[in-house]
């Protein structure tokens, strides 16, 4: 990395991420966390905490907000590069010049060692790892990198600038969009969890004939289990991001922007609203709906739907204000139990005078 500040200041200020940029326009080598900058350094700063050590660095450059670009006042040879949100500004400068290179793998473009249907249709510039297996009719976009010992199964369909990482499966007629992430271990579209029983109690397999549709922007976290539909599709809608250890039944649908953390899981035919966030742990039964900007915390287990948005905790679920009055009453029951038989015993004496 060798830039002018001044490269970096017009590039997001025309994106709108920032607003401002004062001080010499110094040479930019790499971008440090606080704790090791020095000179070349850019680094970001949104918290009080961290002033004195960004000043003890004496770093090329700063990124933080406003409120506290007059406490740099002590280094003029720094630039000060002010954003409203200094956290966005480092997730898209460090994804700009900070990033991973994933198409610098060392290996041939389309390694050896893949197998590729003749069916296939791969965009000419498409990077394919040691071991890859494409099936028959499958489609890949432009600038997508699909990783060592992925299998992509037939009649899959996976956007531009799509990074599949080692030993994931897509399985047959499911789609990506433009610039999804699928890490490690990720299975898309194997068969839900349906069967019938019959009158001896055995299980017989419902065919699971839908497919899994993962919209534009999505990025599915290591170790994720994404069930195709019965009949039609489990959809994960733009801009959701998922953690790892994920599960997503069949015919789900979440909406745009959701957050869903680790070790959640949502039961078959679920409908999540927009920028829904479900912290870790969450559970949802399923034919449940859940409003637009719903907040899942505390182990929140959802057995009802909620039709109201707000912040929810616990199982079942209630007004998370509402769920720490209860938290606190609970921890409080041991006394309150003593107290009660207390009072019972001086009734009881009371009665007998």
């Given at each position: 990395?060798?830039?002018?500040?001044?490269q970096i200041f017009?590039?997001?200020?025309?994106?709108g991420?920032?607003?401002?940029i004062t001080?010499p326009?110094?040479d930019?080598?790499?971008?440090?966390?606080?704790?090791r900058s020095?000179?070349g350094?850019?680094i970001f700063?949104?918290?009080a905490?961290?002033?004195?050590?960004?000043?003890?660095?004496k770093?090329a450059?700063i990124v933080?907000?406003?409120?506290?670009?007059?406490?740099?006042i002590?280094?003029p040879?720094?630039t000060?590069?002010?954003s409203n949100?200094v956290?966005l500004?480092?997730a898209?400068?460090?994804?700009?010049?900070?990033?991973?290179?994933?198409h610098?793998?060392g290996?041939p473009?389309?390694h050896p060692?893949a197998?590729?249907?003749d069916t296939?249709g791969?965009?000419?510039?498409?990077i394919i790892?040691?071991?890859v297996?494409?099936s028959?009719?499958?489609?890949?976009?432009?600038?997508s990198i699909i990783k060592a010992?992925t299998?992509?199964?037939?009649d899959?369909?996976?956007?531009?600038?799509?990074i599949?990482h080692p030993?994931?499966v897509?399985?047959?007629g499911?789609?990506?969009?433009?610039?999804v992430?699928l890490?490690?271990?990720?299975?898309?579209?194997m068969e839900?969890?349906g069967?019938a029983?019959?009158?001896?109690?055995?299980?017989?397999?419902?065919?699971q004939?839908?497919k899994?549709v993962?919209?534009?922007?999505?990025?599915i976290?290591?170790?994720c289990?994404?069930d195709?539909?019965a009949?039609?599709e489990t959809?994960?809608r733009s801009?959701?991001k998922?953690?790892?250890?994920?599960?997503i039944?069949?015919n789900v649908?979440i909406?745009?922007?959701?957050?869903?953390?680790?070790?959640?899981?949502?039961a078959?035919?679920?409908?999540i609203?927009r920028g829904?966030?479900m912290?870790?742990?969450?559970?949802?039964l399923?034919h449940?709906n859940?409003a637009?900007n719903?907040?899942?915390?505390?182990?929140a287990?959802?057995?009802?739907?909620?039709?109201?948005?707000g912040?929810y905790a616990?199982?079942p679920?209630?007004?998370v204000?509402?769920?720490f009055?209860n938290i606190?009453?609970?921890h409080k029951?041991?006394?309150?139990?003593?107290?009660?038989?207390?009072?019972?015993?001086q009734?009881t004496?009371?009665n007998?005078?």
């Amino acid at each position: 990395m060798n830039i002018k500040a001044s490269q970096i200041f017009d590039r997001f200020h025309a994106r709108g991420i920032l607003d401002k940029i004062t001080g010499p326009d110094v040479d930019i080598s790499r971008i440090d966390p606080v704790e090791r900058s020095g000179a070349g350094s850019l680094i970001f700063v949104d918290n009080a905490d961290f002033i004195d050590r960004a000043i003890n660095g004496k770093p090329a450059a700063i990124v933080t907000n406003s409120e506290l670009a007059a406490a740099f006042i002590t280094l003029p040879s720094s630039t000060i590069l002010i954003s409203n949100n200094v956290r966005l500004a480092q997730a898209l400068i460090r994804q700009a010049y900070d990033d991973h290179d994933h198409h610098d793998t060392g290996w041939p473009t389309i390694h050896p060692s893949a197998t590729i249907h003749d069916t296939a249709g791969l965009a000419a510039d498409v990077i394919i790892g040691p071991g890859v297996v494409i099936s028959r009719n499958v489609t890949i976009g432009r600038n997508s990198i699909i990783k060592a010992n992925t299998v992509v199964e037939q009649d899959v369909v996976i956007g531009d600038d799509c990074i599949l990482h080692p030993n994931v499966v897509v399985a047959q007629g499911c789609e990506l969009g433009n610039r999804v992430i699928l890490k490690s271990g990720c299975v898309i579209g194997m068969e839900g969890f349906g069967f019938a029983q019959d009158q001896h109690g055995r299980s017989h397999r419902i065919p699971q004939t839908g497919k899994v549709v993962i919209e534009d922007d999505v990025l599915i976290g290591t170790n994720c289990n994404i069930d195709r539909a019965a009949y039609d599709e489990t959809r994960i809608r733009s801009g959701c991001k998922f953690d790892a250890l994920v599960h997503i039944a069949h015919n789900v649908d979440i909406g745009e922007d959701g957050l869903v953390l680790a070790h959640s899981t949502v039961a078959g035919s679920t409908t999540i609203g927009r920028g829904v966030i479900m912290s870790g742990q969450t559970g949802v039964l399923d034919h449940i709906n859940i409003a637009d900007n719903t907040i899942l915390v505390q182990r929140a287990g959802v057995i009802n739907d909620i039709d109201t948005p707000g912040t929810y905790a616990g199982l079942p679920t209630q007004p998370v204000k509402d769920y720490f009055r209860n938290i606190a009453i609970a921890h409080k029951l041991v006394e309150l139990r003593k107290q009660m038989r207390q009072l019972e015993k001086q009734i009881t004496e009371l009665n007998k005078k």
